[in-house]
T-cell receptor, first 116, second 112 residues
Framework: AQTVTQSQPEMSVQEAETVTLSCTYD???????LFWYKQPPSRQMILVIR??????QNATENRFSVNFQKAAKSFSLKISDSQLGDAAMYFC?????????????FGQGTRLTINP | KAGVTQTPRYLIKTRGQQVTLSCSPI?????VSWYQQTPGQGLQFLFE???????NKGNFPGRFSGRQFSNSRSEMNVSTLELGDSALYLC???????????FGPGTRLLVL
């Protein structure tokens, strides 16, 4: 069964510093997608970044980048120059194409606090 | 483009009642998925609809059901509500396959 594990329930970082959130997953599929979603107190789930498993290059979106290690089944998120608005729950998620259908499997989340 | 919308945003029901939640996907998106979020179980997949057909279903009892209309709008229904059904119900849409899903603001259901 596909599972996603986030081993850090909580993390904190000083404003303007860099923080890395960890995620590991378990799958026997070769074609899949990985995502990081952010959920602020408003509870709106916001896409942060996405990675296709067939791409070797790590995805980057402005201050957000990932370290995708396919063999190790690891997918960490690095947030550079942390800002107060980055404070939220961060969820790592996995999706794979199964007969055209899809579903996201989420990790338990990491609560990120930004200290001013 | 307008984002995913969900109605109502908040709902209070009593045990034994039934409830219907609505989700309107992003224009052009044909896949709609539903998720339940609780503090204890986290985010769990309920089901996914594409072109009015359920393509995928999570491990939830038959009290949880859904449907999708020809305009891709989707509804989910929970019958005979239990206290444990109190949760945030999130709807997400995508174009067709396993690409990025975009989430709505959720419906917060409280069962008393």
């Amino acid at each position: 069964a596909q599972t996603v594990t986030q081993s850090q329930p909580e993390m904190s970082v000083q404003e303007a510093e860099t923080v890395t959130l960890s995620c590991t997953y378990d799958t026997s599929e070769s074609d899949y997608y990985l995502f990081w979603y952010k959920q602020p107190p408003s509870r709106q789930m916001i896409l942060v970044i996405r990675q296709e498993a067939y791409k070797q290059q790590n995805a980057t979106e402005n201050r957000f980048s990932v370290n995708f290690q396919k063999a190790a089944k690891s997918f960490s998120l690095k947030i550079s120059d942390s800002q107060l608005g980055d404070a939220a729950m961060y969820f790592c998620a996995y999706s794979w194409p199964f007969q055209g259908a899809q579903k996201l499997v989420f990790g338990q989340g990491t609560r990120l606090t930004i200290n001013p | 483009k307008a984002g995913v919308t969900q109605t109502p945003r908040y709902l209070i029901k009593t045990r034994g009642q039934q409830v219907t939640l609505s989700c309107s996907p992003i224009s052009g998106h044909r896949s709609v998925s539903w998720y339940q979020q609780t503090p204890g179980q986290g985010l769990q997949f309920l089901f996914e609809y594409f072109s009015e057909t359920q393509r995928n279903k999570g491990n939830f009892p038959g009290r949880f059901s859904g449907r999708q209309f020809s305009n891709s709008r989707s509804e989910m229904n929970v019958s005979t509500l239990e206290l444990g059904d109190s949760a945030l119900y999130l709807c997400a849409s995508s174009l067709a396959g396993p690409e990025t899903q975009y989430f709505g603001p959720g419906t917060r259901l409280l069962v008393l």
